[in-house]
């Protein structure tokens, strides 16, 4: 028999988020415990379930909190993905190679300790709202690689 999931930790792209509002009322409806939580902070551990959807923003920090997590202790992660897909009409492959390089790059702007404030840091900063699809794309198929 599968756990039942009663506690679900569900994040809000923005403060006035009105999906993240619409799902948390349907979860209310479904007899579920709601803990919202802001895509920017800790993602709250005492839950069964971590929903994110779109993203509007940067996903992969939210899946690497969850993943980071000892397997006993790892709420599910489930992502509802409500963007766009990159282009169809380009070859797989090269769909998926442009994913993995813009993923990296966003990865990299994590590492601050490396970069620091100077110039990489701040150029990556200024590519990190473009190609977002591709971004996404990457940052599944590294999630996955990953085991979160």
């Known amino acids: 028999m599968a756990a039942s999931i009663e506690r679900v ?9 009105g999906v993240a509002d619409a799902i948390q009322r349907e979860l209310y409806g479904l007899g579920c415990q709601v803990v919202p ?10 839950v069964d379930l971590v929903l994110t959807f779109a993203p509007y923003n940067r996903w992969l920090p939210i899946a690497r909190q969850v993943g980071m997590r000892p397997a006993p202790e790892r709420p599910l ?3 509802w993905h409500t ?26 702007n994590d590492r601050t300790g490396v970069l620091g404030r100077g ?4 150029l990556l900063q ?7 699809r591709y971004r996404y794309l990457g940052d599944y198929m ?3 690689k990953m085991g979160w």
């Open 77 to 79: 992660l489930v992502h």
């Open 9 to 17: 930790a569900l994040v809000k792209w923005q403060d006035s988020d």
């Open 37 to 46: 939580f802001r895509y920017d902070m800790p993602v709250p551990w005492d």
């Open 83 to 108: 963007e766009g897909m990159p282009n169809p009409s380009l070859p797989l492959a090269f769909t998926r190679l442009l994913g993995h390089v813009r993923s990296w790059l966003d990865r990299l």
């Open 142 to 144: 590294f999630a996955h």
């Open 119 to 122: 110039s990489l840091h701040l």
């Open 126 to 132: 200024r590519i990190n709202p473009r190609w977002g």
